[in-house]
């Protein structure tokens, strides 16, 4: 009867050990991806990987750079996934990312991956900015469509127009970087000037002008091009516009935080596998591997339109360019919430 006795409490204790034996794995993602991909990409890998569970945590691009930064003596992410190329290339500089070698690496464009040759960051696409124009919007206001970024700053734009503010959105830092590039400092300074005079604001997030525009709020949002193909998927009256001059563009890649985890290793391993880059598909018609780079519907011609970038200089001179925007340009920003 004693012996009976011992038993139980034996039976809950191998049970429990039990449990913990198969509990997956939890692996903490910081991502600038839009929250409409997230329960997808969770989905795939875990299906993939049904011993690992992502916790996403999951902000625009300049925040969660800050955070990234903040955190660099005791990080808290294992993995970096859906960041834009330059804030990768940035927090490897400051040792956040750390050089890896992923399963699959010779399949993905080498224009979306590091250039340096201990790698620590590798692009699962390529998105882009563009104009939103709301067609019914514009007709009532007799706004013309732009077709270069220069039309933009005729006058009878102004009070019309929204993009994203470059310190809070990888989107609008993008854009600021690419006028810089294409038309040089001083020219694109005088340029961003002009232009804002016609903003009637700056949004936090890179998806938010065109879905202003796509409800009316704006006739014009410099925004994502793939969150205006959605949105013109759905309806909306908008034509998704890639001016001449060249747009701003980055990779959204992936990189390695905790190099002692053998989890978040297979996280970055699957994220640039075929089955991850169908899934990206889905969203924008330039992948990491080529051959699964298949066209978007309503996406715009992107491949003329991409603006000469170089990342690196994006990434050095981010503080200086994102100080001098502030400074000149902050007061028309929104509140944040």
């Not at 390529?126 to 469509?145: D, G, T």
């Not at 000469?308 to 000149?328: G, I, N, Q, Y």
Request: aromatic content about 8%; hydrophobic content about 40%; glycine content about 6%.
């Amino acid at each position: 009867m004693k012996n009976r006795w011992m038993l139980a409490p034996l039976a809950a204790i191998t049970a429990l050990s039990a449990t913990h034996a198969f509990a997956a794995e939890e692996l903490t993602v910081y991502s600038a991806f839009e929250t409409d991909m997230l329960a997808r990409f969770k989905s795939g890998f875990e299906k993939a990987n049904p011993d690992i569970k992502i916790k996403w945590v999951r902000d625009s691009t300049g925040i969660m750079t800050a955070k990234l930064l903040a955190e660099k003596d005791a990080p808290r992410a294992d993995v970096v996934w859906g960041l834009a190329g330059s804030s990768m290339a940035l927090l490897k500089e400051n040792g956040i990312l750390k050089p890896y070698s992923p399963k699959g690496l010779s399949d993905v464009r080498p224009s979306l991956v590091d250039p340096q040759s201990d790698k620590a960051w590798f692009g699962n696409d390529a998105f882009f900015n563009a104009v939103c124009y709301n067609e019914i919007v514009a007709k009532e206001l007799s706004l013309p469509k732009p077709k270069t970024w220069q039309d933009l700053l005729k006058p009878e734009y102004q009070g019309h127009i929204a993009m994203p503010n470059p310190a809070s959105s990888g989107t609008g830092y993008m854009q600021v970087s690419a006028w810089l590039q294409t038309m040089g400092d001083k020219a694109g300074w005088e340029y961003m000037t002009k232009l804002d005079k016609n903003i009637d604001h700056y949004t936090h997030s890179g998806s938010k002008p065109c879905v202003q525009a796509a409800q009316g709020e704006v006739a014009i949002g410099i925004s994502m091009a793939i969150r205006g193909a959605t949105l013109k998927s759905q309806g909306a009256p908008i034509d998704v516009i890639m001016p001449k001059g060249g747009v701003g563009w980055e990779a959204e890649a992936v990189g390695l935080v905790n190099a002692n985890s053998a989890a978040a290793k297979r996280l970055v391993d699957w994220s640039i596998s075929a089955d991850a880059n169908k899934l990206y598909n889905e969203f924008y018609p330039v992948v990491g591997r080529k051959a699964e780079s298949k066209p978007v519907p309503n996406y715009p011609d992107v491949e003329k339109a991409m603006a000469k970038l170089d990342f690196s200089k994006m990434a050095s001179s981010r503080k200086a360019v994102l100080k001098t925007w502030s400074e000149k340009f902050d007061s028309k920003s929104e509140p944040k919430s």
